[in-house]
């Protein structure tokens, strides 16, 4: 039954009638929350849910992902029993198949991650495919993979049923209600407007899907979202479909099928996408399609008629048009915006929502009540974009490509060729002339690796080892015997000032904060359960001035969370100061004797010790010198004003013309920190993960006085002897054999783990790799030392070994004598 009036208060406001926002409502519900509200200004499931193709596959490239779909399947299967509303749930299992042998590698590196992640999954031939989709064509398939857990749902009926369950729990559903804005004051929330009334509240959770944009705008939040046509048919009947026809994926065709009423539904992502309605949604635009493309939908169609000969025959019933929501990575935008406390949003779904709505939901809707993410939800959560995503021309041109990236070939180190060359360091045209090869993270233009005189100027994608193995490979052997400068500008560089920023920063670090001004310190900020919420270094440049050093990924979440961590009467300010400063990296044993040509500092380690920074003249400038490393060598962090880093750069490549200094880029970064068993945040390092398991008990101070976030958590495991997840480190002992991260890990051929990060190390001369390993009965060094390791390169089993410390240069940077 459908209320008519809405309250004149409630606990939370959900906007949208979507799969998603009744998804939130119905896990509010169950979480006990009586007084939610959900308004939808049509009918529910009228905007795009209605017209999905209702697709549920469970396996995505983050095990946190899989892991709410996989709730998802459990919940859509289960739902009807609670409510008496069938969710339309069908368990037909999912078949993709391979053109290439590439593709093939990628469904081996699919099946073996699945595995690891607890997915049940079959590498199977073309022939046996065939047998489970009997009228498909398979000259041209390599094979394919089957995946019985997987299935489709009816989007209409899943919604309503969801909507259901809630009011079942007491969730009031409003539908023919637009909201008209939100009332803010002080910065707090106080009310929603809509055409019917004004309803306050503290909390508004924002699932408007391609409406959301637009509605987090009036309040100053940005929803970095951008509409895309995205199209399907639906066939006649065909002879050999039945009911019970596995879900067919065909990447390399770009498209999907699924049986429906003995036809076929056929649609897919076609590599250069069509986005919509850059002006705004029309007005009314409810259970709206938009006009039949045949154009654009021609390459799916001849792809189709490839993988199934009689399709060229069949006739179309019912063409489908309906815009999605697309976000500038194709992952979904879940959790607190960090514009606006109690705004929260889950939208932007990129053709997952059915998906991904039981999980999603139930995920934001315990963000919700407990204020804080239970799990890692860093790959969705909507503090990894900043202003410049919500830019309506660059999402325009992003979004094109995101919608092809579903079934793109999902190759090492892709890199996103749209919305480029935004965020550029000042360096940028002069390592280009020098034959830089870019890459792009947080909108920067980032160097991958110098071109130089060996290997391809082009980025080749394989696999294999790459043309730039060896352009890599100089520039790490640099660092290693001679010196390197990396341009580290993208570095974000958040300023913690006040009389208070020391005790702020030493509730928010695991590691002791009040050092003597100069000291640098490596450190986390963890989550209540004592998980990495980022890892970074923070410089006292003063006693009440902090700068902290972070990832380029980061600013956005670490400003959020110290803003948010600081109490209202704290003296404290946090500022970003990204774009103020260049950071160039000097490393490698002769970066002192580089340094000393420029500068009349004393460089020698009594007098700047590993772990100390000093303002320094360095020829005509002024800049910062942090002696940390990310390699494992020698060197100086040099952060520097942004007008004068192209001057200290060209003094740099002159002082370092006879000491054998070269530019290196950030995949030799990557090998030299991984060869050194250095752990990186959002690979290694994540909010499941703590630093006992991490490896980096050394950067926290269970001692200090002070009781900073996740020491209790800390506490209560109280360093355990027997850590059940550990990360360890390994070397392939086949030098040719290439790692690249999400490989299974396995020990005495028993799946145990996985690649978290994996790189060349030129320097122990096979890949190495970082892996979260895990065992209930404690990852114990005995346990560690006892086993044989395999790594998975595609179904391809490369003996390797494990190690408790990093096998390479057992001499730290620490000690580096003085010259
Ligand atoms: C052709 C096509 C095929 C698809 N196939 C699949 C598939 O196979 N599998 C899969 O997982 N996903 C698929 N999807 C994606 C899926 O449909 C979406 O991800 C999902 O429906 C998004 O749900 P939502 O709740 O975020 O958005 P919506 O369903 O659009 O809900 C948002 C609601 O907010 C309401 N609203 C907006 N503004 C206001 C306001 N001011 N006041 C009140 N209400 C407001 C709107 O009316 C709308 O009903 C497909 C999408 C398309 C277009």
Known sequence: ????????????????????????????????????????????????????????????????????????????????TETG???????????????????????RRMAASARAHGVEVEVITAAE???????????????????????????????????KGARNCGAGIFERTKVTGIVV???????????????????????????????????????????????????????????DLPVLRDPDGYIYFKEEVGGLVMGGFEPDAKPWARDGIPEDFEFTLLPDDWEQFEILMQNAIIRVPQLADSGVRKFY????????????????????????????????????????????????????????????????????NNNPNWLHDRVKETLGLHYAMPWPNRELETARALRRSPLYDRLAQKGARFGSKMGWERVNWFAG??????????????????????????????????????????????????????????GGMDVPVGRSVYTGMLNERGGYE?????????????????????????LDWINRHTPEDAHATVTDMTSAWSVLAVMGPNSRRILKKLTGANLSNAAFPFASVREIDLGYANVFANRMSYVGELGWELIVPTEMTVGVYEDLMRAGADEGLVDAGYYALEGLRIEKGYRAWGRELGPDLNPFEAGLSFAVDMNKPVRFIGRAALSEMGRPRFLKRRIVQFLLTDPQAMAWGGEAVLRNGVEIGEVRSAAYGHTLGGSVALALIEQETGVTDEFLVDGTYEIDLAGARVPAIAHKRTPYDPKSERVKQDD
């Open 534 to 558: 980022s890892d970074l270094t923070v410089l006292r440049l003063a006693e009440d001035r902090f700068l902290v050093i972070t990832g380029s990924a980061q600013p956005v979440h670490d």
């Open 1 to 80: 039954m459908t209320q008519s009036t809405i309250p004149a208060h409630a606990r939370a406001v959900i906007i949208g009638g979507g799969v998603i926002g009744c998804s939130v409502a119905y896990h509010l519900a169950k979480l006990g929350w009586r007084d939610v509200v959900l308004l939808e200004q049509g009918q529910l499931s009228c905007g795009t849910t209605w017209h999905a193709a209702g697709l549920v596959g469970q396996l995505r490239s983050q095990v946190s992902m899989t892991g709410l779909i996989r709730y998802s399947t459990e919940l859509y299967a289960d739902l009807e």
């Open 185 to 243: 004051e002080n910065r707090r929330i106080k009310a929603v407007t809509t055409d019917a009334g004004t309803i306050n509240t503290e909390i508004i959770v924002n699932c408007a899907g391609q409406w959301a944009r637009a509605l987090g705008l009036r309040n100053g939040v940005n929803i970095p979202l951008h509409s895309a046509e995205h199209m399907y048919v639906v066939t006649e009947k065909i002879e050999g479909v039945q009911p």
């Open 85 to 107: 509303l069938a969710t339309g749930w069908q368990n037909c299992g999912s078949l993709a198949v391979a053109r290439t042998d590439d593709r093939m590698t990628v469904l």
């Open 453 to 510: 005189q060996c290997g391809s100027a082009e980025m080749s994608y394989t696999f294999q080892r790459p043309d730039w193995h060896e352009a890599v490979g100089r520039e790490h052997r640099a660092a290693r015997e001679t010196a390197a400068l990396f341009d580290q500008t993208s570095f974000g560089k958040l300023l913690v000032q006040g009389k208070d920023a020391c005790a702020v920063l030493d509730r928010l670090c695991a």
């Open 129 to 163: 495919a065939g047998d489970k989709w009997p009228i498909m064509a398979l000259d041209d398939l390599k094979g394919g993979l089957w995946l019985p857990g997987d299935g489709k749902a009816n989007p209409t009926d899943l919604t309503q049923s969801l909507a």
């Open 321 to 388: 048009n309906g815009p999605e929501s697309f976000t500038p990575d194709n992952n979904f935008l879940l959790g607190e915006a960090p514009e606006l406390k109690n705004y929260f949003v889950g939208a932007g779904f990129n053709s997952m929502g059915i998906a991904s709505a039981g999980g999603a939901g139930k995920a934001l809707a315990e963000w919700i009540v407990t204020g804080a993410p239970t799990l890692d939800l860093w790959p969705v959560d909507i503090r990894r974009f900043a202003g410049f």
